[in-house]
């Protein structure tokens, strides 16, 4: 079976440039989840989506923007790119909103120059 | 691949031991508990996860203890392996307004010496 699929695995932008993240869900799955994890630390919230809506957010300014597709894949948008944005992504996919059971993809890799 | 454990607390042990590795969470509305590992260069891959209104739940080889008084997790590892070597986190899952989100502690490093 294939799990959460992300694209690119490693990306490498200048200050200023924007990027767009790709993730897959697993199939049958509706839900998919954002997270940015800064090295060294845990993963942190950036957004949910359901069904295509946005079913929440987390504390990240309004450069970040996400969508989802009707075949549930998502992309994850990041504009005027900072040095603090460096981080690996990562996409979580669930069956439905309110699952807690969220897997995991292999994140993509952003390192901002 | 890149690691994630920089400047994490770590647990180093011998193959064989057995492995307890903690956890302090916040929020007192939290309704399921999760445990991740996370080997270098790939997602956080789910372990176990215990209800709020459990204190202890066991899986092969790994139980999880909840302490909602202190507000206290603890993933053991019984006879820890080589491939156990890895990044824990422990997760608290909150549902405000009807969706899911996962609360991430800071981890811990498993280094298991053969």
């Known amino acids: 079976d294939a799990g959460v699929t992300q694209s690119p695995t490693h990306l490498i932008k200048t200050r200023g440039q924007h990027v767009t993240l790709r993730c897959s869900p697993i199939?049958?799955?509706?839900?998919v989840s954002w997270y940015q994890q800064v090295l060294g630390q845990g993963p942190q919230f950036i957004f949910q989506y359901y069904e295509k809506e946005e079913r929440g957010r987390g504390n990240f300014p309004d450069r970040f923007s996400a969508r989802q597709f009707p075949n549930y894949s998502s992309e994850l948008n990041v504009n005027a790119l900072l040095l603090g944005d460096s981080a690996l992504y990562l996409c979580a996919s669930s069956l439905v909103s309110g699952s807690y059971e969220q897997y995991f993809g292999p994140g993509t890799r952003l390192t901002v120059t | 691949g890149e690691s994630v454990g920089l400047h994490l607390p770590t647990l180093s042990v011998q193959e064989g031991d057995n492995s307890i590795i903690n956890c302090a969470y916040s929020n007192s509305a939290s309704d399921y508990f999760i445990w991740y590992k996370q080997e270098s260069g790939k997602g956080p891959q789910f372990i176990i996860d215990?209800?709020?209104?459990?204190d202890k739940r066991q899986g092969k080889r790994v139980t999880v203890l909840l302490n909602k008084t202190v507000k206290h997790l603890s993933l053991q590892i019984a006879a820890t392996q080589p491939g156990d070597s890895a990044v824990y986190f422990c997760a608290e899952n909150i549902s405000p307004s009807g969706y899911s989100t996962l609360t991430f502690g800071k981890g811990t490093m498993l280094l298991v010496s053969p």
């Open positions: 215990i209800r709020s209104n459990m």
């Open positions: 199939s049958g799955h509706k839900s």
